[in-house]
């Protein structure tokens, strides 16, 4: 009885160990049964972050449908610097805003200007610090009373002689009645923003045998890793002297104010050392300019300012773009 006892205990032992051995267990593995995983998407007892998704492309272009990205944001603790265009056409007039300062680069005409007033008033603007003209043509300068009648201008800088036209003589007339002092700017000047991490580079021919248009400035702004060119009027015989005489580097952008509101093309060899990603015309879409027909042979991305029920609003923290379109309130 004993005898079959130990024989039927040794076969079950001996069974034993056959399925541990079929079963993959091996020598000095535990018996324990290991602790069940969690489920996917949880991480000590909370769903993981889903990571946010980088942009394609340092400009994100949300101002057409469909939206690149529809939820983009900033980082909440960005600091952001933005840039404003009102319903304009066949003029010119931005609006700056970075660290506690306001800026504008043109002030568009009368009619421009008018439209410039609603898009002061929602941004809650009653001062503009300095006002940088391009050139003294009165596209760019002629609204600088109604501008001012909205926002106080600090001060107008301008970077040639007032006397060289109508508008520049109206201009100077404007600032002596109402006290804002008129100062000059030129080729190569620089200029800082707030806590000046926003820098800008005027860059200005002043080959007399150019007009006035393909002497105009051109404004070159940084923000850390992004880059936006205003080129105001200029034209292909002025980028032609300008990119010979300063190379290609100082114009690489992401961003482009496309000159004279698309009016002609660009210089081939000034477009291509661009390098620009977006370009924002002041004029309207479907015109058929020969400077809009060359942009969508070129497959360049454009907005269009000229927009009855939106304002056109870039902003950037140094890293990405984003461009979209702002209702009119």
């Known amino acids: 009885m004993i005898r079959k006892l130990l024989f039927r205990t040794a076969a079950l032992l001996t069974a034993v160990l056959i399925l541990m051995t079929g079963t993959g267990f091996g020598e000095g593995v535990s018996l324990v049964p290991p602790t069940p995983e969690a489920p996917e998407g949880i991480f000590m007892g909370r769903p993981t972050p889903a990571p946010t998704p980088e942009p394609p492309d340092v400009v994100v272009n949300n101002a057409r449908t469909p939206q690149d990205i529809p939820d983009f944001r900033f980082p909440k ?22 660290d506690g300062q306001v800026w504008m680069i043109d002030c568009g005409d009368e009619r421009a200007a008018t439209r410039g007033v609603p898009l002061l008033k929602q941004l809650g603007i009653e001062k503009i610090d300095i006002l940088f003209n391009s050139h003294l043509h009165h596209d760019h300068i002629n609204g600088l009373a109604i501008t001012d009648d909205t926002a106080k201008v600090g001060e107008v800088r301008i970077c040639f002689p007032p006397d060289l036209t109508e508008s520049g003589l109206k201009m100077l007339q404007v600032a002596e009645e109402r006290n804002i002092p008129v100062k ?86 000034f477009y291509e050392a661009m390098e620009a990603k977006l370009a924002i015309v002041t004029s309207v879409e479907g015109r058929g300019d020969a400077g809009q027909l060359a942009i969508d042979y070129r497959g360049l991305p454009a907005v269009y300012t000229a927009s009855s029920s939106s304002f056109t609003h870039l902003v950037t923290d140094g890293h990405y773009w984003l461009c979209e379109k702002v209702a009119i309130k």
Not at 77 to 98: C, G, H, Q, S, T
Not at 196 to 218: C, H, I, P, R, W
């Open 184 to 269: 000059e700017y030129k080729d190569g000047d620089s200029f800082s923003m707030g806590d000046g991490e926003v820098k800008f580079l005027f860059l200005k021919n002043d080959e007399s045998y150019l007009d006035m248009n393909n002497q105009s400035a051109q404004t070159l702004i940084t923000y850390g890793d992004r880059r936006i060119l205003f080129t105001a009027d200029m034209e292909a015989p002025g980028q032609k002297v300008m990119i010979d005489r300063i190379g290609g580097d100082l114009l690489k952008c992401d961003i482009v104010k496309y000159p004279h509101h698309a009016k002609h093309d660009l210089y081939s060899p």
């Open 77 to 98: 603790d960005a600091k952001l610097f933005e840039i404003w265009f009102p319903n304009i056409r066949d003029a010119d007039e931005a609006i700056l805003m970075y």
